[in-house]
């Protein structure tokens, strides 16, 4: 069997703002007591004319966006910046949240852009496992 690779995937993760989140997770790359050092290193945020050059080399391939990495993206304080821009560019936008950010007036900033796929990361049934799972007490 012959398989064809895409000059660009399916889907492109941009790091708009790397290493920040509102959570402490155990296992994650941002928390982790092994990796913390290291994470510093990839803290930044992304110039967002820097992110239109990269939207505009891969805009014609039609990939998927999801404009964050080792973050929690609502975390950026212009992430709808980012993300009009996509949108802009007839591109789609997905992102993975834990939802703890998510507001009613950013809620319906994503609903007005046509924001193409949000997944919520929902990891315990009570306050005892979510603080084991997330390191923070924010079950509520």
């Known amino acids: ?24 997770c155990p296992m994650c790359f941002v928390h982790s007591p092994d990796n913390n050092r290291n994470m510093k290193a990839f803290r930044g945020k992304m110039p967002i004319d820097r992110f239109k050059v990269i939207l505009d080399e891969v805009k014609e391939y ?3 966006i999801s404009p964050y990495r080792w973050s929690e993206p609502l975390m950026c304080n212009n992430f709808m910046d980012y993300c009009c821009l996509i949108k802009e ?18 809620a319906k900033e994503f609903v007005e852009i046509g924001f193409d796929s949000i997944t919520f990361s929902i990891d315990a049934f009570t306050g005892e496992t979510y603080q084991k799972i997330r390191g923070v007490n924010l079950f509520d």
Do not use: R, S
């Open 62 to 64: 039609k990939p998927m």
């Open 89 to 106: 560019a007839g591109l789609g936008v997905a992102i993975n949240t834990n939802g703890l950010l998510l507001k009613d007036k950013l």
């Open 1 to 24: 069997m012959k398989y064809i690779v895409p000059e660009i995937p399916g889907k492109v993760q941009i790091g708009i703002m790397d290493g920040y989140c509102n959570l402490k």
